[in-house]
Nanobody, 121 residues
Framework: QVQLVESGGGLVQAGGSLRLSCSAS????????IGWFRQAPGKEREFVAA???????YYANSVKGRFTISRDNAKNTVYLQMNSLEPEDTAVYYC???????????????WGQGTQVTVSS
């Protein structure tokens, strides 16, 4: 069992930056792939970025070059650095843990409660 808690969301102007954190407790954190997803009002939850146990990273095309995912296994934490934010990035952001890296919601077994990111124009 893994418990995940996101933090770092907030209100930011377009062009600004935020860093989200996903803190984990429970089973060995370093053995999991971690993904970030987001869900805007009225839309389905979508893949944003993910990081393998090995540290290899993957990004959705919409955030590539602007967002960076990283992990600190000693702190049981994964980060999502978000730069050059756009109003279209407004959503609730969720982190998730799974045995394998996946681009789909169904590929992850454990989820956090989410953190709101709002980007004003």
């Amino acid at each position: 069992q893994v418990q995940l808690v996101e933090s770092g969301g907030g209100l930011v102007q377009a062009g600004g930056s935020l860093r989200l954190s996903c803190s984990a407790s429970g089973r060995t954190f370093s053995s999991y792939a971690i993904g970030w997803f987001r869900q805007a009002p009225g839309k389905e939850r979508e893949f944003v970025a993910a990081i393998r146990r090995t540290g290899i990273t993957y990004y959705a095309n919409s955030v590539k070059g602007r967002f960076t995912i990283s992990r600190d296994n000693a702190k049981n934490t994964v980060y999502l650095q978000m730069n050059s934010l756009e109003p279209e990035d407004t959503a609730v952001y969720y982190c998730a843990a799974g045995n394998n890296l996946d681009y789909t919601v169904e590929g992850y077994d454990y989820w956090g409660q989410g953190t709101q990111v709002t980007v004003s124009s």
